[in-house]
């Protein structure tokens, strides 16, 4: 695999991470609404380009000191190369030089091979929501972090 570029979402990048928000959810967020973050002054979004297209993203928010993970996704032809963990070590950086103390996501309980990928990077299980998920309905894990823990 050539060199992975991770950077700030741009404009020109709402189209491709709508469509990938398509591919690998059952409830996808409309490109406006992906947009609307590049003008929300909590949200920060990454995305990773490899030749010259995106193949995945996160995104979160940020309140006072604490972050939440909205979104995170790879193209299938993309999994299993690290980059959703190079994307989230990124997002941890990021957040951490801008006073983020803790980072909180929810997790599908049977997306087995992202709760690998969140223990791995040192997620810890803070919570459970009933119903979290609709189609299909699932509970969601919480799971934090700490960003100042030499996590980062």
């Known amino acids: 695999m050539s060199e992975l570029l991770i950077r700030k979402m ?3 990048d709402v189209p491709a991470v709508a469509e990938l928000e398509k591919l690998c959810f059952s409830m996808p967020w409309s490109e406006n609404a992906i ?3 590049l003008e929300n002054n909590l ?4 995305v990773a380009e490899h030749d010259g297209a995106v193949c995945g993203y996160v995104g979160s928010q940020t309140v006072l000191d604490e972050s939440d993970v909205m979104n995170i996704a790879v193209s299938e032809s993309a999994r299993g190369k690290g980059i959703a963990g190079n994307l989230m070590r990124e997002l941890m950086r990021n957040l951490c030089d801008i006073g983020s ?7 599908r309980v049977s997306n087995l ?3 690998g990928l969140y223990a791995k990077l040192g997620f810890q299980q803070v919570g459970v929501r009933k119903n979290y998920y609709r189609d299909p309905r699932e509970d ?3 799971l934090s972090i700490s960003l100042k823990e030499g996590n980062v």
């Open 113 to 115: 091979p992202a709760r």
């Open 43 to 46: 949200s920060l979004w990454l």
């Open 10 to 12: 741009a404009e020109a």
């Open 140 to 142: 969601a894990l919480i």
């Open 101 to 107: 103390e803790k980072l909180t996501l929810e997790v």
């Open 35 to 37: 947009r609307s973050e």
